[in-house]
């Protein structure tokens, strides 16, 4: 007897088959291939935004008040403070400027600072960057997250209230009298808590709103 073989047809079917197990197999590894892509990618994001809150976090426990200046100030567009060095307290002070550009969250830094006319430019500076940076001014910054939108509050009198309303930006009457005895312009006081609320644009490996809250660390108590 003749040895039967396969016909065309059984060719063709067995063809078939495998190739859509091989397209099976490739969806299933390229599936497997974009979910590990995007855990990588929010582990990323995550990581990032977690270093650029812990610096936020940071740049307000180092605030340093100096005589006859403005410890932190938020005009509606860059939140600007000034800080110990990171390095030692000898080694002067730092302007740092917060904002958003261009649908990123930034940081800016100056060099370390040890004269009074040295922090009043860099505190103008850190305003111009915010608007209009140019190279020099884009050497010290360092962008943190994309971001849609943020806003800025401070604790005063047991209350979440707008930085740029009026008790945010006046210094207490005893402070006031001792800076206008003193002939001094009048320093704003730091607050008691910042809250930074952060809007993260949709799309991205990291979306919605996240609020932070800090607490001057020589306040008794938390504020949440």
Not at 189 to 215: F, M, N, Q, S
Request: proline share 5%; glycine share 8%.
């Amino acid at each position: 007897m003749r040895a039967r073989g396969f016909t065309l047809v059984e060719l063709l079917v067995a063809l078939f088959a495998m190739a859509l197990l091989a397209v099976m197999s490739w969806r299933g590894l390229d599936g497997m291939t974009r979910a590990q892509a995007a855990t990588e990618a929010r582990a990323d994001a995550v990581l990032t935004l977690q270093v650029g809150l812990a610096q936020w976090a940071a740049d307000l426990d180092a605030l340093i008040q100096l005589p006859q200046t403005t410890a932190i100030e938020w005009n509606g567009r860059v939140l600007r403070l000034t800080r110990r060095g990171t390095a030692s307290v000898t080694d002067g002070v730092l302007v740092v400027g917060w904002t958003q550009r261009g649908g990123r969250w930034l940081r800016w830094q100056s060099p370390p600072l040890t004269q009074r006319g040295q922090v009043a430019e860099a505190w103008q500076r850190a305003d111009l960057w915010s608007s209009n940076p140019g190279d020099a001014e884009r050497t010290y910054e360092v962008a943190i997250t994309p971001l849609d939108e943020w806003q800025v509050f401070y604790y005063r009198g047991d209350a979440w209230t707008n930085p740029l309303s009026s008790d945010a930006t006046t210094a207490s009457p005893f402070l006031a009298q001792v800076a206008a005895q003193a002939g001094a312009p009048v320093a704003a006081v730091i607050p008691d808590g910042v809250r930074l609320v952060l809007t993260l644009p949709a799309g991205e490996a990291l979306a919605g709103k996240l609020t932070r809250d800090w607490v001057r660390p020589t306040v008794g108590g938390g504020k949440s």
